[in-house]
C-alpha cells in the first residue's frame, strides 16, 4: 500500500503536496518523496522515513514550480530501500518525467524481462519502473500518446500520477483496485489516494478518477478526460475495513460510515451477552461503535493505544512483532476488571495481535472475552497493492475459526459473514474481495 498525490498549477505546489502527504501518512511509512516542476525542469527529494522526516523547509524550498507530485512508501513490489522510494526520475528523449503509483502489476516480471532483454537497465526492483522504460521506449512523437501505448502493455492495480515539465496525468487501472480522487484548489488541481488530503490543504473534491481513466491536465485549459479501457471496476474492499482513513471519503462513500456499518451488520450476525463493546485501537473503534449502537451494549474504551510506535506490520521478525503488541496496546484495568467484554478488531491476519490482546485483558481480569472481527476471515494474498503475508502465514488458511479462536484464546469468536460485509456497502458488487473469497479479478502472470 502506498499514497499518491498530484498539486497543478498551484504556487509553491511542494508545500501542498507535502502537507497532503502528511494526511496520508497512514498509508505508507517507510519513505517519502516530492518531485516538483518550475516549468524547466523537474526537481526531486526523497527518503526513508515518516513525511517530516524526510523533508525540512530547506528541502522543500529547493522544490520549486507550480506543479509537484508526492509519494508515501508501503513496500510491497520491491526491496525497502532508498533507491526504490518514488517519485521515480527519469530524462528521455521529451524531456524529464517524474512517477508516482499505488498498486502492484501483476505482469512486471514479464514485461521487466522483456525490457531487460531488449537492453533496458533497470535503476530499482520496483514494477512501476516499467512504465517509464515503456514510455522512454515508445516511438510515438507525444508524451500522451506514448503512456496510453505504455497503459495497454501493463497489468495489475495502478493509482499513478506522471508529471512532466508542463503537464500532470492521473489515471487509474480499469479495475480501479486503488482510490483516486480529483479536486479543485484555487485555480489550479489536486489529485490524491484519499479525500482527507483535501481536507488539511483547503481543496475542493470534484470527483473520483474513474477506472480505466486518465486525466490529463494542462496549463490554460480545463482538465481532459479520456477513457483508455472499459472500466470493470473491482474497487479493494480492504481500504474500507482498514486501509483509509475514517475521515475520507473513497470511491464515493464515506469510511467511517461503512466501518460502523460493518460493526453493525456483525452485531446482528453474531450478538453474545456481555457487559460492553471495547474497540481494538484504532482500526476497530468505528466497527466498536456500530457493534454497540445495534447490540445496545455499552461502548468504553478498554485498551489504550501508544501512538508513538509505527504499525506492527513494518518489523519484519516474529519476535519484534509480538513485543511491539505490548508496546503498542494497554488496557484499562479499572475499566475491563471482573467484565464480560466484546472486542472488536477490523481484521486477524497472523493472529499476533489478537492473541496477545486477549491474554493481556485476561491476565489484568477480564471475565470474558467474546473477539468479533469486522471483516470475513483473511484467507488468501492480495496482488493488487496490499501487503498481505503468504498463504502459510495466515491464520485462517490454515486454522478453522473454531481452531483461531483456541489458538487467540477467546471466549468465542466470530467474522463478519461475506454477505454481512456486502450488507454494509450497500449490495454493490463492484468490490474485489479476493483476500476473503479467493475469487481474484486478474491473477499475477509471473508468480
Ligand atoms: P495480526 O496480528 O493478526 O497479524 O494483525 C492484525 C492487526 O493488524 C489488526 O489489528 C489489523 O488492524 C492490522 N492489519 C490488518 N491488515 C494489515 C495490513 O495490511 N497492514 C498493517 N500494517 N496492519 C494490518
Ligand atoms: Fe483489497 Fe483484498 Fe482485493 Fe487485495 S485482495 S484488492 S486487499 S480486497
Ligand atoms: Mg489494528
Known amino acids: 500500500m502506498c499514497s499518491v498525490i498530484g498539486v497543478f498549477?498551484?504556487?509553491?505546489?511542494?508545500?501542498?503536496?507535502?502537507?497532503?502527504?502528511?494526511?496520508?501518512?497512514?498509508?505508507?511509512q517507510e519513505a517519502a518523496g516530492i518531485a516538483s516542476s518550475d516549468g524547466k525542469r523537474i526537481h526531486i527529494a526523497k527518503g526513508r522515513g515518516l513525511v517530516t522526516q524526510v523533508f525540512d523547509e530547506k528541502k522543500l524550498s529547493k522544490l520549486m514550480g507550480n506543479s509537484a507530485v508526492g509519494h508515501t512508501r508501503y513496500s510491497t513490489a520491491g526491496e525497502d530501500s532508498v533507491l526504490d522510494a518514488q517519485p521515480i526520475f527519469a530524462r528521455y528523449d521529451l524531456g524529464q518525467i517524474a512517477v508516482v503509483h499505488n498498486g502492484n502489476l501483476t505482469n512486471a516480471k514479464v514485461v521487466r524481462k522483456e525490457l531487460i532483454r531488449e537492453g533496458a537497465i533497470f535503476q530499482t526492483?520496483?514494477?512501476?519502473?516499467?512504465?517509464?522504460?515503456?514510455?522512454?521506449?515508445?516511438?510515438?512523437?507525444?508524451?500522451?500518446?506514448?503512456?496510453?501505448?505504455?497503459?495497454?502493455?501493463?497489468?495489475?492495480?495502478?493509482?499513478?500520477?506522471?508529471?512532466?515539465?508542463?503537464?500532470?496525468?492521473?489515471?487509474?487501472?480499469?479495475?480501479?483496485?486503488?482510490?483516486?480522487?480529483?479536486?479543485?484548489?484555487?485555480?489550479?488541481?489536486?489529485?490524491?489516494?484519499?479525500?482527507?488530503?483535501f481536507d488539511l490543504i483547503g481543496a475542493e473534491y470534484?470527483?473520483?478518477?474513474?477506472?480505466?481513466?486518465?486525466?490529463?491536465?494542462?496549463?490554460?485549459?480545463?482538465?481532459?478526460?479520456?477513457?483508455?479501457?472499459?472500466?470493470?471496476?473491482?474497487k479493494c474492499i480492504f481500504e474500507y475495513i482498514y486501509f483509509a482513513r475514517p475521515d475520507s471519503d473513497i470511491?464515493?462513500?464515506?469510511?467511517?460510515?461503512?466501518?460502523?456499518?460493518?460493526?453493525?451488520?456483525?452485531?446482528?450476525?453474531?450478538?453474545?451477552?456481555?457487559?460492553?463493546?471495547?474497540?481494538?485501537?484504532?482500526?476497530?473503534?468505528?466497527?466498536?461503535?456500530?457493534?454497540?449502537?445495534?447490540?445496545?451494549?455499552?461502548?468504553?474504551?478498554?485498551?489504550?493505544?501508544?501512538?508513538?510506535?509505527?504499525?506492527?506490520?513494518?518489523?519484519p521478525t516474529q519476535e519484534i512483532r509480538d513485543l511491539k503488541v505490548k508496546m503498542k496496546l494497554n488496557p484499562i484495568k479499572e475499566v475491563i476488571r471482573g467484565k464480560r467484554l466484546i472486542v472488536i478488531d477490523d481484521s486477524i491476519v497472523r493472529g499476533t495481535t489478537s492473541r496477545k490482546i486477549v491474554s493481556i485483558l485476561k491476565e489484568f481480569g477480564a471475565k470474558e472475552v467474546h473477539m468479533r472481527i469486522s471483516a470475513p476471515p483473511t484467507t488468501g494474498p492480495c496482488y493488487y497493492g496490499v501487503d498481505t503475508p503468504t498463504k502459510e502465514e495466515l491464520i485462517s488458511s490454515r486454522m478453522s475459526v473454531e481452531e483461531t479462536k483456541e489458538y487467540i484464546g477467546a471466549d468465542t469468536l466470530a467474522y463478519l459473514s461475506i454477505s454481512?460485509?456486502?450488507?454494509?456497502?450497500?449490495?454493490?458488487?463492484?468490490?474485489?474481495?479476493?483476500?476473503?473469497?479467493?475469487?481474484?479479478?486478474?491473477?499475477?502472470?509471473?508468480?
Open 206 to 234: 470534484v470527483r473520483d478518477i474513474r477506472p480505466g481513466e486518465l486525466v490529463v491536465f494542462e496549463e490554460g485549459e480545463e482538465p481532459r478526460s479520456i477513457q483508455v479501457f472499459k472500466p470493470t471496476p473491482t
Open 125 to 197: 526492483f520496483m514494477d512501476t519502473e516499467n512504465i517509464i522504460h515503456l514510455i522512454a521506449r515508445s516511438q510515438k512523437e507525444h508524451l500522451y500518446d506514448r503512456i496510453i501505448e505504455a497503459l495497454h502493455k501493463i497489468e495489475g492495480a495502478y493509482s499513478m500520477v506522471l508529471l512532466s515539465r508542463k503537464k500532470m496525468f492521473a489515471m487509474r487501472d480499469p479495475h480501479g483496485f486503488r482510490p483516486l480522487v480529483m479536486g479543485r484548489l484555487g485555480s489550479g488541481w489536486v489529485v490524491a489516494s484519499e479525500t482527507c488530503a
Open 251 to 315: 470511491f464515493g462513500k464515506n469510511v467511517y460510515k461503512l466501518r460502523k456499518a460493518m460493526g453493525r451488520e456483525l452485531a446482528k450476525e453474531y450478538p453474545v451477552e456481555a457487559d460492553m463493546v471495547i474497540p481494538v485501537p484504532d482500526s476497530g473503534v468505528a466497527a466498536a461503535i456500530g457493534y454497540s449502537e445495534e447490540s445496545g451494549i455499552p461502548f468504553e474504551l478498554g485498551i489504550i493505544r501508544n501512538h508513538y510506535v509505527g504499525r506492527t506490520f513494518i518489523e
Open 9 to 28: 498549477n498551484v504556487p509553491e505546489a511542494a508545500k501542498y503536496a507535502y502537507f497532503g502527504l502528511f494526511s496520508l501518512q497512514h498509508r505508507g
Open 420 to 447: 454481512g460485509l456486502l450488507r454494509s456497502v450497500g449490495n454493490d458488487l463492484s468490490y474485489c474481495m479476493a483476500c476473503f473469497d479467493g475469487n481474484y479479478p486478474l491473477l499475477p502472470k509471473d508468480k
